[in-house]
């Protein structure tokens, strides 16, 4: 990760410290922890308290193994820094304070001002743009809804969040394959296939043919309970389509082609893209071979009629790579997949953004690779083990109701994001009705909201969607930052004079307008810390904190009549 040069003085001189007050017990315990200032700068917290200082050091942890009461270490060390600092003949760039336990950091507010400032000012919208990734291959899987089946809000996150991640990690210069999976294979096909013979007809493929098709599917599960047969009766549909039957493949191209280009419409409105769109079918002439892989390496045996894989966890039940009958399984597909993508792109890492209840799918997958790659003694260089990665998110919820598809108890997105806009729209009448342009000005401000309605909790955590919290122009929502973005761009159309970097900057001696720089500043470090954490919502809490720094500047100075937009 890029370092930052604050971080960095303060981190060497802070340990350089450490070894000069304790040198006894660094002769005793060696060039680590709090005498590395490697291990310092990693240990770096942002204060509570924006006015302690730009970053902080919590010594407390330390104080057992110094055997010295914090307050003390942290007075001691803060005076042994300055003196290096001073006497370093490097710029004085920061200034170390102990207070209450912690060593603090406090920034020369002016240099760090006319830097932060210039550089914005020189590179724009390419201001914390790096070459971080270079050279390296991030494959980020995403959206991946099912065939034949309207787009819900449960697939609004992971498409959501997986876009953001491909966005982030091309900023910091990766070679981003942001790839949609979609389910077209496995036994809801079979199941699809019986509804639609006995219960659809050819219109059912005509207008609202997703809508309809969702139909069949509920009918079909709600007739199953009463009738356990039609079980069977869909297993032989899908294995006629296994097995290349003319009508059944002709009926899975068309419940694909109906639902891709639903797909594709909900994609546009969100702004969604992807670099390869590739289906579970496309594995499937490629799982014999993993099979006869596993079965070479000698981890396989037959249980009951079926081929499985027995793993080390007893947490874990054995991966079923084919059944009784044969038919494979969604994680035999995702084994070829793995192994496909390794093979292909030789990636840095590859990410599969799947909701946190497929957190065991992907436990067994990954220990069946590095079975497989353990068994074959595969050199570092060779093996993907550690570099797939499960990343998890919590579920969408309407009024604390979760979506199941089976039972029909699905909200589609597109329905989410109608009634976003109606309600902007409804929203901008009454505060702004004479804004020109209010349905492109509320579909911009509906759409932003839902989007930023995923991203503004971290993904581990469930999303309770409230349609008033959501659309809330004064709370910690998607329109408060529209709005505050909008106001600065009125800011910038009404400025008479021309933005120039060769300004005064110790006149920014407020609290509030060193809050912005300080803001402005971490914005290069936010984006990594979002990549290291595969957590979008580290830019969006940054971007929240920096509108209400703007909002409080804005306040000062037009309290001042300096200026008001």
Known sequence: MTRDKYKEQFATAVAAAFRQVYPDIYRDVGDADIFNSDTVYSSLEKPKDARMGRFT??????????????????????????????????????????????????????????????????????????????????????????????????????TIIGNSLRRIFKKLGYNVVGINYPGDWGTQFGKMIVAYRKWGAEETLGENAVKRLLELYVRYHEEAEKNPSLDEQARQAFKKLEDGDTEAVRLWEQFKKISHAEFDRIYEQLGVEFDLVIGESFFNDKMDTIIQRLQGDGLTRVSDGALIVDLDDPNLPPAMLRKADGATLYITRDLAGMVYRWDKYRFHESLYVVGSAQSDHFKQCLMVI??????????????????????????????????????????????????????????????????????????????????????SVRRQKDVNFVWEEVLNFEGETGPYLQYTHARLCSLLRNYPGKISPNVDYALLDHEEERRVVELLADFPGAICDAVKQYEPYLITS????????????????ASTAAFNF
């Open 57 to 158: 050091l919590p010594v407390f942890r330390y104080a057992r193994i110094l055997k010295d009461n914090p307050l003390d270490i942290a007075a001691r060390v803060a005076e042994e820094s300055n003196r290096l600092l001073q006497v370093s003949g490097q710029p004085h760039l920061v200034r170390v304070s102990g207070v209450s336990g912690f060593l603090n950091a406090e920034i020369d507010c002016t240099l760090m001002a006319r830097e932060t400032i210039s550089e914005i000012l020189a590179r724009g919208s390419s201001y914390g743009t790096t070459d971080l990734g270079k050279g390296k291959t991030i494959l980020v899987e995403y959206s991946s809804p099912n065939i034949a089946k309207p787009f819900g809000v449960g697939h609004l996150r992971t």
């Open 370 to 455: 590095d079975k497989m790659e353990t068994a074959e003694g595969l050199p570092p260089e060779k093996r993907m083990t550690g570099k797939v990665k499960h990343i998890g998110f919590g579920w969408v919820r309407f009024g604390q109701k979760t979506m199941s598809t089976r039972q029909g108890n699905i909200i589609f997105l597109e329905d989410v994001i109608s009634r976003a806009v109606s309600l902007a729209t409804e929203i901008i009448h009454k505060k702004n009705p004479d804004l020109k342009a209010i349905d492109e000005t509320a579909r911009m401000i509906g759409v932003g909201a839902v989007i930023f309605s995923q991203l």
């Open 542 to 557: 940054y971007l929240l904190r920096l509108a209400s720094s703007l909002s409080s500047f804005h306040l000062r100075m």
